[in-house]
T-cell receptor
Framework: AQSVTQLGSHVSVSEGALVLLRCNYS??????LFWYVQYPNQGLQLLLK??????LVKGINGFEAEFKKSETSFHLTKPSAHMSDAAEYFC????????????FGKGTMLLVSP | DSGVTQTPKHLITATGQRVTLRCSPR?????VYWYQQSLDQGLQFLIQ???????AKGNILERFSAQQFPDLHSELNLSSLELGDSALYFC????????????FGEGSRLTVL
């Protein structure tokens, strides 16, 4: 069965530092992959997605993620953290063949200190 | 603003009671999803409807039911409520019923006392 694992339930960075949130997937074939962000008291919002083509995808707010098939990973990065990036981030996957529903990881809370 | 509207935003009720959560999808979206978010379980997929028909079922309890109406709004009914049902319930909608690009509402926070 397919699954998504996010390493670290909490990640703390200083403002201006690199942000790296880790996501690994498990599936029999390469899936479509997504990162969603949830700000306090709000619903989830799509940050970026990988379906096919270029393995480095850029999203909103300066975030990007790279699909690495050999490592079954889809880590999220941002060169310089901003206070407004503090939120919970969810990695998710869906199979690209046949029918399936979006499977979410357990989320990583990003804490940004001044 | 995602365009997905959920009501009520907050709901407090007692064990054994029944509640109904309502969702209006984005204009033009035929697919509606319900998710439950809790601290211990994370985001759990409950059920999906597409153009009025049930399309997929996830970890939805038998005490819970849902439907999508002809105007495409959806309701999630939770009955015989237990303390463990306290959670944030999200509705999401999408254009593509098999895609992963979902638009989420702000959620309905249910507290069962």
């Amino acid at each position: 069965a397919q699954s998504v694992t996010q390493l670290g339930s909490h990640v703390s960075v200083s403002e201006g530092a690199l942000v790296l949130l880790r996501c690994n997937y498990s599936s029999s074939v390469p899936p479509y992959l997504f990162w969603y962000v949830q700000y306090p008291n709000q619903g989830l919002q799509l940050l970026l997605k990988y379906t096919t083509g270029a393995t480095l995808v850029k999203g909103i707010n300066g975030f990007e993620a790279e699909f690495k098939k050999s490592e079954t990973s889809f880590h999220l990065t941002k060169p310089s953290a901003h206070m407004s990036d503090a939120a919970e981030y969810f990695c998710a996957m869906i199979m690209n063949s046949g029918y399936s529903t979006l499977t979410f990881g357990k989320g990583t809370m990003l804490l940004v200190s001044p | 603003d995602s365009g997905v509207t959920q009501t009520p935003k907050h709901l407090i009720t007692a064990t054994g009671q029944r509640v109904t959560l309502r969702c209006s999808p984005r204009s033009g979206d035929l697919s509606v999803y319900w998710y439950q978010q809790s601290l211990d379980q994370g985001l759990q997929f409950l059920i999906q409807y597409y153009n009025g028909e049930e399309r997929a079922k996830g970890n939805i309890l038998e005490r819970f039911s849902a439907q999508q109406f002809p105007d495409l709004h959806s309701e999630l009914n939770l009955s015989s409520l237990e303390l463990g049902d306290s959670a944030l319930y999200f509705c999401a909608s999408s254009v593509d019923p098999e895609g992963g690009e979902l638009f989420f509402g702000e959620g309905s926070r249910l507290t069962v006392l």
